[in-house]
């Protein structure tokens, strides 16, 4: 099992920035590709960025690339995203997720692990 907590969410204006956190506990943290899901009120849940095992290698979804930078540390057990330049519709809960594979997180399926949301406003 793996235990994912997310932190570091709260209320900013356009333009501003946050910066994610999710911590690990568990099994080896290293094993797994992370990523990071939003879901907006009345919105299905979508892909904002993906990190692989080893941090070499990072994907974006459109809308937040150039403004959102995910980066790992495997021996502090951490995934973070920091979110800069942040517009009104980056309004959501923010989910950390755990898969075996970077494909896997990219698809959204399957995820072995989400933590339990953290919220980000931002006023326009």
């Known amino acids: 099992q793996v235990q994912l907590v997310e932190s570091g969410g709260g209320l900013v204006q356009a333009g501003g920035s946050l910066r994610l956190s999710c911590v690990a506990s568990?099994?080896?943290?290293?094993?797994?590709?992370m990523g990071w899901f939003r879901q907006a009120p009345g919105k299905e849940r979508e892909f904002v960025a993906a990190?692989?095992?080893?941090?070499?290698?990072?994907y974006y979804a459109d809308s937040v690339k150039g403004r959102f930078t995910i980066s790992r540390d495997n021996a502090k057990n951490t995934v973070d995203l920091q979110m800069n330049s942040l517009k009104f519709e980056d309004t959501a809960v923010y989910y950390c997720?755990?898969?075996?594979?970077?494909?896997?997180?990219?698809?959204?399926?399957?995820?072995?692990?989400w933590g339990q949301g953290t919220q980000v406003t931002v006023s326009s």
């Open positions: 990190i692989s095992w080893s941090g070499r290698n990072t």
């Open positions: 568990g099994r080896t943290f290293s094993n797994y590709a």
């Open positions: 997720a755990a898969a075996g594979s970077l494909s896997m997180v990219l698809s959204g399926t399957p995820i072995d692990y």
